[in-house]
């Protein structure tokens, strides 16, 4: 039989890496929608799209992202959107009968000075980070949908909070990237324009965890997959979520030097340390996972490596 799955996000840079890994499989179908086909903040449409076609699973994957600007300058919009096709999508399963569902989360759920590593018990324990408090507000209510939904109507739907996240897909853009897409670009830049140096905001000593995104896809896919009782031993009903990281982090400063040894730039890197560190340590603790059979594949240097090859690969299309 023939498993139908629908990748929400699809285009995005999980969502297309989720569809990269199940498409090789000969019991799977991807149903897909471009935002243009199927608008998820209307509740109408979305009820009208799981009607006709029998999903079996369900990757919520899509979501209005983007970097400190991006928050700061439209936190409606962020708000709005992400509670509403979260609201749309997890209730039309159910309404559609929907066996399993997999929600997509952020480690910004996390209060801004959470304990080092943030353990998934440390989700409502502090203030939110007021930079991007209306995106993890809305993360944190997509978790409590699924358990809501869970608790109520026995459905088996659950949540994966990625640390920060990159690779083939991400985004470019000069002002709304997240920081690896945008130092690679930089240094990729600088090598070509031979400049001197490259300043960056801040000390370089912030402490950051970063994921190549087909390590989130491939614990994705393996968190769907756990038996309904071994995902039950592990979490609790009203903290349902699994975080999903590498254990490990590294400097600002550390990820420069790395990248400027991938992209090749050989200029002097500068730290301009009037400018915001923002928090300064955001580690996950993925021990629930690890303990669940899952491992990352790529370390820092090889997924950078990779996400620099796409980049060169699509670079006209990945710098708007």
């Not at 000390?203 to 896809?217: I, Q």
């Not at 699994?242 to 730039?265: H, Q």
């Not at 923002?278 to 790529?298: E, F, V, Y």
Request: proline residues 5%.
């Amino acid at each position: 039989m023939t498993n139908r799955i629908f990748i929400a996000g699809h285009k995005g840079m999980v969502g297309s890496a989720i569809a990269r890994q199940l498409a090789s499989k000969a019991d799977v179908a991807i149903v897909t929608r471009s935002s243009s086909e199927l608008d998820l903040c209307n509740q109408q449409a979305v009820a009208e799209f799981f009607a006709c076609q029998n999903i079996n699973e369900v990757y919520l994957c899509a979501a209005k992202v983007g970097g400190i600007h991006a928050n700061n300058t439209y936190p409606a919009e962020f708000i709005y959107q992400n509670l509403m096709l979260e609201a749309n999508v997890v209730h039309q399963a159910y309404q559609h009968g929907v066996g399993k569902l997999l929600f997509l989360g952020s480690s910004c759920i996390y209060p801004r000075l959470a304990e080092q590593p943030m353990r998934e018990d440390a989700l409502l324990t502090g203030p939110l980070e007021p930079t991007n408090e209306p995106y993890a507000l809305a993360k944190i209510a997509g978790i409590k949908l699924c358990e809501s939904y869970n608790r109520q109507y026995g459905t088996d739907y659950r949540s994966v909070m990625p640390t920060n996240l990159y690779g083939p897909g991400d985004n470019y853009h000069p002002e709304n990237s997240h920081v690896i897409p945008a130092l690679l670009r930089r240094f990729h830049e600088a090598k070509h324009s031979n400049a001197e140096s490259i300043t960056i905001w801040g000390t370089g000593k912030p402490l950051r965890e970063f994921l190549h995104v087909d390590d989130m896809a491939r614990a994705s896919i393996h968190v769907m997959n756990l038996p309904t009782a071994h995902y039950s031993a592990a979490t609790d009903p009203r903290l349902s979520h699994i975080n999903v990281g590498t254990g490990s982090d590294c400097s600002i400063g550390e990820l420069a030097l790395t990248i400027g040894k991938v992209t090749g730039y050989t200029g002097a890197i500068i730290y301009d340390a009037s400018k915001p560190d923002g928090a300064p340590r955001k580690l996950m603790d993925s021990n629930k996972l690890t303990r669940l059979g899952w491992r990352p594949q790529h370390s820092l240097t090889s997924g950078l490596q990779n996400a620099y090859q796409w980049y060169i690969e699509h670079a006209d299309t990945a710098r708007t």
